[in-house]
């Protein structure tokens, strides 16, 4: 077993190595003041009185160290800020080792997924606080954040599972990479998500002239052979009268003509470039990921356009992008410039060459990038729990977990069970007392159901589960602005779950993990509910678990045919003191607490 990452060793190491850089800023920035305003002074000085070559030598000499200190500050700068990010990275890493939810982000679901009526994701903690979306993340990428967040709430098929779970174990021993991986999503925090769709908008959109865009090729550049030929013939004197302003005049009246276009053109491509090209160090480093998972070689293939990676044509882009800032760096040149050169124009075009090149494929690096910023999080979550199992996805209908415990607790907390749910025709019936670990267990199986369909590995050391949609009942809520009580609010839910086991789609087996079904209504009542919902699972082939408090539905068909009895229970102290051991029995619960944990807490009976 290889050793634990060292996340405190390197959270400290980046702190100092952070405080000797932001010194070193402080000590360049005063030398920065002092050399301008040294060499500020002295030009004034030197040309005030009779300048002499040497002063204005030394005076230009202060200017470009001064110049040096500039680019010397910024590189440092960015070593500050990139140390800071590995610090918080690796600061972070201990807070999800420990599962301190106080430092680690918050982790709401991406906009746009709803989830009132998602058959598990409430019930099972998916998102908010204390939930697997929160830490397993902070994805770096907005595109990683849905990725996952879709894995988490769409079961995915075994094929995909398989792919993903190769290119996890591909990135698992990776760690410099991953951490360095999150890190940029911390850099890139701030960028403008609006301005990236506008980008992308340009860069998937047609020409802006259409069908004139090779006459106006044509014309700029007839205008501007023209206009320098006659240029040259006037400057020889080979002609009797000037001929170029007539092409000058064309010039302008075409580039005044085209000017709203050009600008939307720069405008769209410039905005989104400056926002994407905070991503450029983020794809330089994940095109460093290995190749050694068919998934991994084919995301790696499609951070390539036109023979050239992704980070590559991201800096011709910023290049020809820095050639347009002409017109706002150098407004007043920027005229004169475009009359004799027609400037804009050459930008243009090259911008849509790049655009025919490369632009269609922007979207799928971001998609790449997003899916290895995911896949990252889950080698991450593998690497923090090497005694965690990758589990199989077979085509059993049956769940089996040796030492399956809750992902979301700690280590020193958590106890692990031994587990089967299935196959069909059968349903586990979990009994004990409050407090004993019924609902905890059901979170337990039904968290890694998803983290195995994920892609991720599970907190067990072995599971084996078939493709599965999962469907729950545990956290029931009345709704006062829909006008439920607790009782139709479950029976809602449990309408969608017996639903969704008749409408199975084939090849699949759906889970299902009630817990204390129809608990607001009578013992009568409910029996007979709880009876008529787990004859539809059984007949609709599904497969789970659920538990009661009622002893008497072990007495009852079918329950009493097709269920597999088993129980937490508690052990009574001298002291009156109530001990939970949380290890799952065979058969019947034997004991009530109720009114006992009602007399430790001080209500008398």
């Known amino acids: 077993m290889s050793s634990p990452v060292p996340y405190a060793e390197n959270a400290v190491r980046h702190a100092r190595a952070r405080q000797v850089e932001a010194q070193r800023s402080e000590m360049i920035s005063r030398a920065r003041l002092l050399t301008f305003v040294s060499a500020a002074g002295l030009l004034i000085w030197t040309l005030s009185r009779e300048a002499t070559p040497l002063l204005l030598g030394v005076a230009i000499a202060l200017f470009v160290v001064f110049g040096a200190l500039v680019v010397w500050h910024a590189r440092v700068d960015e070593r500050v800020t990139r140390h800071d990010a590995l610090q918080l990275v690796n600061t972070r890493a201990l807070a999800r080792l420990a599962r301190d939810w106080a430092h680690l982000p918050e982790a709401e679901a991406p ?134 302003p007539a092409p000058l005049v064309a010039g302008l009246v075409l580039s005044f003509a085209t000017a709203r276009h050009l600008q939307i053109t720069l405008d769209r491509a410039g905005g989104g470039e400056q926002s994407l090209s905070r991503y450029a160090a983020m794809l330089e480093h994940a095109v460093k990921a290995p190749r050694s998972a068919p998934r991994l070689e084919a995301l790696l293939e499609s951070l390539f356009a036109d023979n050239q990676p992704a980070p590559q044509a991201m800096r011709r882009l910023k290049r020809l992008l820095g050639f347009g800032d002409l017109r706002r760096g150098a407004a007043i040149l920027h005229i004169p410039f475009q009359a004799l050169t027609l400037w804009d124009f050459h930008v243009f075009f090259a911008l849509e060459r790049w655009r025919q090149r490369c632009g269609t494929r922007v979207r799928g690096w971001l998609e790449a990038l997003a899916e290895l910023d995911a896949l990252s999080l889950l080698a991450t979550a593998q690497r923090d729990n090497p005694t965690w199992a990758v589990p199989a996805i077979g085509s059993e209908h049956e769940i089996q977990a040796e030492s399956i415990g809750h992902p979301l607790i700690s280590d020193e907390k958590r106890v692990p069970n031994d587990i089967t749910v299935g196959p069909s025709g059968t349903v586990v019936l979990i009994t004990g007392s409050n407090m004993s670990g019924k609902s905890t267990l059901l979170r337990a199986i039904g968290l890694n159901v998803v983290m195995a369909h994920a892609g991720g590995c599970v907190c067990a050391a072995r599971m084996s589960l078939p493709e599965s949609d999962l469907q729950t009942c545990i956290r029931v809520q009345d709704s006062l602005e829909r006008g439920l009580s607790y009782f139709m609010a479950a029976l809602g839910r449990l309408k969608g779950v017996v639903d969704a086991a008749q409408h199975e789609r084939e090849g699949r087996v759906m889970v299902y993990l009630l817990d204390e079904i129809l608990q607001g209504t009578n013992s009568v009542e409910r029996s007979v509910a709880v009876r008529a919902v787990t004859r539809h699972l059984l007949e609709a082939g599904a497969i789970g678990a659920m538990t009661t408090h009622d002893l008497n539905l072990a007495e009852e068909e079918p329950l009493k045919s097709a269920a597999r009895f088993l129980h937490f229970s508690e052990t009574l102290d001298p002291d009156g003191t109530m001990r939970f051991d949380y290890r799952l029995k065979p058969g019947l619960a034997t004991s009530r607490n109720a009114l006992r944990l009602m007399k430790l807490i001080g209500i008398d009976l």
């Open 111 to 244: 906009h746009g997924f709803d989830l009132s009526n998602h058959p598990y994701a409430i019930d099972l903690d998916i998102f908010g606080r204390a939930s697997l979306f929160q830490w397993l993340g902070p994805p770096a990428t907005p595109g990683g954040r849905r990725l996952l967040a879709t894995w988490l709430t769409r079961p995915s098929l075994r094929s995909e599972v398989m792919e993903r779970q190769q290119a996890v174990a591909a990135l698992v021993p990776l760690d410099q990479w991953r951490i360095v991986m999150a890190a940029h999503g911390v850099l890139t925090a701030s960028v403008r998500h609006h301005e990236i769709d506008a980008f992308i908008a340009w860069a998937e959109g047609p020409h802006p002239f259409g069908k004139y865009a090779n006459a106006l090729q044509i014309t700029v550049y007839t205008i501007l052979i023209t206009l320098w030929a006659a240029i040259l013939l006037d400057v020889a004197g080979l002609t009797s009268i000037s001929l170029w």
